[in-house]
């Protein structure tokens, strides 16, 4: 069955840093998302991406975060300086169509701990 | 005040047990999705529901949505449907619940 695959796993990193999330979304899913949930709270959405280009993005979408699709199956998150706040788990998924008609599908999810 | 409301926050329910979980909502939506989060972290998607009711295996979820309100029930709950059960609506974007944490004991 095609799932969502993500890399790394965790991934530690120094203050400042930048680090690359990597997200393999299933091959012939068209949407594609980011999420993260800092520990014991919530899912938050960060941004969704169609057709070669972000289609939303929250508020914590901020210009250190950015989103690339590089190669025909990799879509990526990096976040340019980390902060200690930016810890959390990060979750890529993927649908097919748009959420108000299809369910998504997740990744694994990458632990990120920013020291 | 969240936009996404899930209650209770925690339920504790003896194997066999009729479970419900709720999810009212305050902003106009397209669509309802009910995930869960397994003990390991991981996200499924339950329903995607945009009206009325849907049935998979064991899990029924309804939504009405003049009501801003959706339900999930578990019929003949099982020690595995212990995870935390999560109800995130679609604006734009997606927003989630704080989701019900469900321990379900032999």
């Known amino acids: 069955e095609p799932e969502v695959t993500q890399t790394p796993s965790h991934q530690v990193t120094q203050m400042g840093q930048e680090v690359i999330l990597r997200c393999v979304p299933i091959s012939n899913h068209l949407y594609f998302y980011w999420y993260r949930q800092i520990l014991g709270q919530k899912v938050e959405f960060l941004v969704s991406f169609y057709n070669n280009e972000i289609s939303e993005k929250s508020e914590i979408f901020d210009d250190q975060f950015s989103v690339e699709r590089p190669d025909g199956s990799n879509f990526t998150l990096k976040i340019r300086s980390t902060k200690l706040e930016d810890s959390a788990m990060y979750f890529c998924?993927?649908?097919?169509?748009?959420?108000?008609?299809?369910?998504?599908?997740f990744g694994p999810g990458t632990r990120l701990t920013v020291l | 005040k969240n936009e996404v409301e899930q209650s209770p926050q925690n339920l504790t329910a003896q194997e066999g047990e009729f479970i419900t979980i709720n999810c009212s909502y305050s902003?106009?939506?397209?669509?309802l999705h009910w995930l869960q989060q397994h003990p390991g972290g991981g996200i499924v998607s339950l329903f995607m529901l945009s009206s009325g009711k849907k049935k998979h295996g064991r899990l029924i979820a309804t939504i009405n949505i003049q009501e801003k309100h959706s339900s999930l029930h578990i019929t003949a709950s099982h020690p595995r449907d212990s995870a935390v059960y999560i109800c995130?609506?679609?604006?734009?974007?997606?927003?989630f619940g704080a989701g019900t944490r469900l321990t379900v004991k032999p």
């Open positions: 902003v106009g939506i397209s669509a």
């Open positions: 995130a609506v679609i604006v734009n974007d997606m927003r």
């Open positions: 998924a993927s649908s097919p169509g748009t959420l108000s008609y299809n369910e998504q599908f």
